[in-house]
């Protein structure tokens, strides 16, 4: 139902105002009271308290969001096109990793528990098959869980996902490594000791993995003397938009030592903003406008701060979940992300060059 709020005189007619989010119906005023004289919401009118909890705005009030958080022109800048879409697709899709003696490129995703890991791979496959296809199963319990398939389900292993290309029969060489959620610290969800065990190809693909149990040498299966291919290429931190300024200070402490731990083994780190639909009512109903959204830049930023890390390095992105189609703008926002992190990805191969003089780059 539309409200016009322009021709208002005498008595409010008997209906109940839009309620604010942190107010209660009956203490707040109604929404003609919080109008100013051009007919738009006036900031100096709302109460702090009325307001989305940073950052937001006048959720209650009909294109009032828009009108507070849009940015007059995009911070980056994107081309919402089909040929956009086909030209990443065909780049994704013939990457081949930036040394000769690999055939496939190894990226960790490594977040909290619900934050979008698991979703994440599913949509990006959805993307090459056209629908959604539900690949890597999520998990919101307190102990989050991935599966290979409907017969095989355990929470706690490493798996390893080749995404695949326009057809089955065409995977590219991309291989995205899903794990369990990480704890606050070293006595629940995945360690900081598990995680490096990990990126530095220690810990065998379907390793169960546990607390009370790290990694070591005695772990069946424990690769002693990893190559290059066993070894992580680029770690994808992945945190959920509507939750990042309701997650523990203990878990911000295990993102920041886990950077530290990991920009020392030479590995480049990235981020995947998830869930930016939940957080900007106008991204939500079109995604081409969460590049104009100062509420997802906001909320980036304060992305950045948790992890230690420059916003240059974190892309927003909209997991599929209950679709069963694709669509093109979602697609073109969820490959972006891809090569983002294939970018990185050919850094860290350039900087093993180094290391490795016998590698063919």
Known sequence: MAFNFRTVSGNCPNFSAPVLHGEKPSSIAFATDLLGGDGRPDSSKVRKENVINAPGGFAGLPGAEQWKSKMESPWREVAWTEDRRETLMESISSYKPGCEDLSEARVLLVGPVGAGKSSFISSVQSVFTGRFTNRAMVGFSSA???????????????????????????????????????????????????????????????????PEQPVRSETVGYVKKPS??????????????????????????????????????????????????????KTAHDITQVYTSRIVQQTMTKAGALLGMSTSYIVPVKNYSSELDVDENTDILLLSAVDHILQYVDLHFQDCAATYPKLSL
Not at 188 to 195: I, N, S
Not at 254 to 281: K, P
Request: a neutral charge; charged letters at 20%; glycine letters at 8%.
């Open 144 to 210: 989050s869980f991935t599966k290979r398939s409907i017969t095989c389900i355990n929470k706690d292993l490493l798996q390893l996902f080749n995404i695949r290309g326009r057809s089955p029969e065409q995977p590219t060489a991309l291989v995205l490594c899903d794990v369990m959620g990480l704890g606050d610290g070293e006595t629940t969800g995945l360690t900081l000791h598990d995680t490096l065990a990990i990126i530095k190809g220690h810990a065998p693909e379907g390793h169960k993995f546990s």
């Open 228 to 281: 290059l291919k066993d070894k992580v290429h680029c770690v994808v931190f992945v945190v959920d938009a509507s939750k990042v300024s309701s997650y523990t200070k203990g878990l911000g402490t295990t993102f920041q030592q886990l950077r530290e731990h990991i920009s020392d083994l030479g590995v480049h780190q990235v981020a995947l903003l998830t869930h930016v639909d939940q957080v900007c009512q």
